[in-house]
């Protein structure tokens, strides 16, 4: 009877590894987690939103894309608050989430089993999981549960590899060690809640593309991410291209404005209110005269004002 209750815990364990959640989500569950998508997917199933609009993203203010989402229901999609290694650079990218929890010897021995039963890298320690799976045009976002000290998630040799793999960067609500060593990456940035010199422990890796949680915002693996020294804005993939457009019009609808204002031929409270048909007319007028390149195509464009009714 001893024999057989002592193996039962370890027969049980045996059985549960078996059966072992997996690390990442597999395809087709990336796929239902983000069902709103149409377009084009990346090989690990998250959407893959085109580097036309990803670079077009770049151009678009926070508070533009902040409006749009929160018109559209999406009100849990800012952080701000946060230390820039180059403070005056943007970001745009795909996203690839990570969540680290506190360190639980046993559920760690779990991932590490996982990890290994599905072909991971046992050399280093799980948190160089995330940055194996990066492609170009992938930003890698880590909940980090705020942790600084003991909960820097990367140092300059695991940030020369996110940005070979990337050529972006990184957002973690935690922390990192060797910033000297970070700023020199050309073209490498991050946006960290702090930094301290210690190196990670007492915490671990519980999932790769998973929903997790940064600051006030939820992120899902293949969401876009604008990131400028203003905040972060997590943008569902099925809602880029519309939030694009409707930033750039109404980046062209403010530029109008401001200088009819300053021409005085409009009051204030003629632009700030729902336009007159000789407004919208002016406006429609001053956009095929633009002294420049247009954001947008001109078909995008008059798509967009036609189904705007302005």
């Known amino acids: 009877m001893f024999k057989k209750t002592k ?3 370890a027969f049980l364990l ?3 590894l078996s059966n072992a959640q997996p690390i990442s989500p597999t395809v087709e569950q990336i796929k239902a987690l983000t069902s709103n998508w149409k377009g084009e997917r990346s090989a690990d199933g998250r959407p893959k939103v085109s580097d036309t609009i990803l670079g077009r993203l770049k151009n678009i203010s ?8 929160r018109n559209k229901g999406y009100q849990n999609q800012f952080e701000g608050d946060w230390i820039l290694i180059h403070p005056d650079s943007a970001m745009t990218g795909r996203v690839v989430t990570a969540q680290y929890m506190p360190l639980r010897p046993d559920l760690q021995d779990l991932i590490k089993e996982t990890g290994k039963k599905e072909g991971r890298s046992q050399a280093g320690g799980t948190n160089s999981w995330p940055i194996d799976v990066l492609t170009n045009g992938d930003v890698y976002v880590a909940d980090g549960y705020g942790k600084i000290a003991d909960g820097t ?3 300059d040799n695991l940030g020369n590899s996110i940005y070979a793999k990337s050529k972006r960067g ?3 609500y935690g922390s990192v060690r060797d910033v000297e060593g970070l700023s020199e990456i050309a073209g490498y940035n991050a946006w960290i809640k702090g930094s301290d010199p210690s190196y990670i422990q007492q915490m671990m890796l519980t999932g790769i593309n998973v929903p997790i949680r940064i600051g006030r915002a939820i992120v899902l693996p293949g969401d876009v991410v604008l990131a400028k020294k203003y905040g972060t804005i997590f943008i569902p993939s099925h809602l880029v ?3 694009v457009i409707t930033s750039e019009v109404t980046a062209l609808r403010d530029e109008f404005g401001h200088q009819r204002l300053k021409e005085g031929k409009y009051t204030p ?3 700030d209110t729902k336009w007159t048909d000789a407004i919208s007319k002016d406006f429609l007028k001053w956009v095929n005269a633009y002294p420049g390149r247009l ?3 001109k078909k995008e464009l008059d798509d967009y004002l036609k189904e705007r009714n302005y």
Do not use: K, N, Y
């Open 14 to 16: 045996l059985s549960f």
């Open 62 to 69: 926070i508070e533009e894309a902040w409006g749009v989402l």
């Open 295 to 297: 954001p947008m195509s």
């Open 7 to 9: 193996l039962l815990p």
């Open 269 to 271: 409270g003629e632009i």
């Open 153 to 155: 998630l990367i140092g």
């Open 241 to 243: 291209e519309d939030l």
């Open 170 to 172: 990184t957002i973690f």
